[in-house]
């Protein structure tokens, strides 16, 4: 094959468009050895899986190979933005930010999300109402509602919401979240049946109203919204797999064992498979990516030692496992501490301290929702663990907090 820019930029979108991070910045590294000059272009493609892996020297190591000239297109720049944002740095986000000559509604919206991302709701909402009238667009109303609804802000995202002239599918979904993360469960129902006054139904709003009801254990609630959504949307299997998930979840928070064992084993002899946790973090300059339950790390065994310690740490400090969210019945030898122990997440985490015991910060980017336990673990190893999840990214500090506030 004739190698040339255009044939790795091709590579490199496909890549970016199945989501798969490591094979696009390979490319990169390849390019270098194929002494092929990387364009404007390459490097759009290069900036977009330094946000999906979330790394802050990964970033550095590539940005500072970027052209000068490159760094002053209001496209790399908006990428930027919306890169550090995405790794966790907003100040970052925000200096670039400054210099763009003439911001777009790109720009707006990314600096608002990274806002939101980071749990600075207030932050975003100034940004937003700095946003020139003609560049809102519904980009920049998720993102500011996004924001409110991941700092618990209701009242600003209510007066947002409310001047919205054209409300879309998902400016409706994204408003309904908000107020299900409140609790505020009739709000968010009665915009449910405004919504389908006019619409067909939507599955990720009742998807919201569940998650919520899941937050705060109301069982009876949680019934309710998944028999609703099994009536609405019959044939969506996957989705109806993660909230029958959630609902089990709920139940055995409750308290309520034989319903939760129920809905699991029901689940498991169907042949129903939970999305698998992956987990990236990078290890002295090498990004390694953990599955749940990974063994395939060659020092498999001083990783799950760690872990082992990491829980018994936690024990130790009044920490109890939530077992609520495990998904399918417990094999002879396992226990609600082994099965945890081996989530990518907590993987991940043990492998930074196995490879690097003084660490004083642990970087984690993940496909499915952080664990409470994470805080824990940062106060008691006194190290700061930053974590993406599908929803935000959490800021773990020495001193026992947490940049959400916990508002999980």
Same mark, same amino acid.
């Given at each position: ?86 790794? %966790?740095? &907003? +100040?970052? *986000?925000?200096?670039? #930010?400054?210099? @763009?000559?003439?911001?777009? !509604?790109?720009? /707006?919206?990314? $600096? ?39 700092? %618990?802000? &209701? +009242?600003? *995202?209510?007066?947002? #919401?409310?001047? @919205?002239?054209?409300?879309? !599918?998902?400016? /409706?979904?994204? $408003? ?233």
């Amino acid at each position: 094959m004739n190698k040339s820019v255009i044939s790795y930029g091709n590579l490199m979108n496909g890549f970016n468009y199945e989501k798969n991070p490591l094979k696009t910045l390979s490319l990169f590294n390849q390019m270098k050895l194929d002494h092929i000059e990387a364009d404007l272009i390459i490097y759009l493609c290069v900036i977009k899986p330094l946000s999906q892996i979330g790394d802050n020297s990964m970033c550095e190591s590539i940005i500072e190979k970027i052209p000068k000239s490159f760094l002053l297109d209001r496209q790399i720049q908006n990428s930027l933005v919306d890169m550090w944002g995405k790794t %966790g740095y &907003v +100040d970052t *986000a925000k200096e670039i #930010f400054d210099t @763009i000559l003439s911001p777009d !509604e790109i720009s /707006y919206a990314a $600096m608002t999300n990274s806002y939101g991302l980071n749990g600075m709701g207030i932050q975003a909402i100034e940004m937003y109402h700095r946003v020139p009238s003609q560049l809102i667009n519904e980009i920049t109303n998720i993102c500011v509602l996004n924001a409110c609804s991941h700092s %618990g802000l &209701v +009242d600003e *995202a209510r007066s947002v #919401f409310n001047n @919205i002239q054209q409300k879309t !599918e998902r400016i /409706y979904t994204t $408003m309904i979240d908000c107020l299900s993360r409140a609790s505020l469960f009739e709000e968010a129902q009665k915009l449910i049946d405004q919504y389908e006054q006019n619409h067909s139904p939507v599955l990720t709003m009742y998807m919201s109203l569940l998650s919520g009801a899941r937050n705060v254990t109301n069982s009876c609630l949680s019934q309710k919204v998944y028999d609703r959504m099994k009536k609405l949307f019959p044939d969506m299997k996957d989705p109806l797999i993660s909230a029958a998930i959630l609902l089990a979840n709920v139940y055995a928070s409750s308290g309520d064992i034989d319903k939760a064992s129920d809905i699991r084993i029901h689940l498991h002899k169907s042949g129903a498979r939970k999305k698998i946790g992956l987990s990236w973090t990078s290890v002295n300059g090498q990004i390694f990516e953990f599955r749940a339950h990974d063994q395939s790390h060659p020092r498999s065994n001083e990783i799950y030692e760690e872990g082992e310690k990491i829980s018994k740490e936690l024990f130790e400090h009044g920490h109890q496992h939530d077992s609520s969210w495990i998904t399918r019945p417990l094999n002879q030898d396992e226990t609600v501490a082994s099965v945890l122990c081996g989530h990518s997440e907590r993987l991940a985490i043990a492998w930074n301290f196995v490879a690097n015991p003084n660490t004083s910060k642990i970087q984690i980017t993940k496909n499915l929702r952080v664990y409470r336990a994470t805080k824990l673990i940062a106060a008691i190893r006194q190290c700061e663990i930053i974590v993406r999840d599908a929803n935000r990214i959490h800021h773990f500090l020495p001193n026992g907090q947490c940049s959400c506030n916990d508002y999980f």
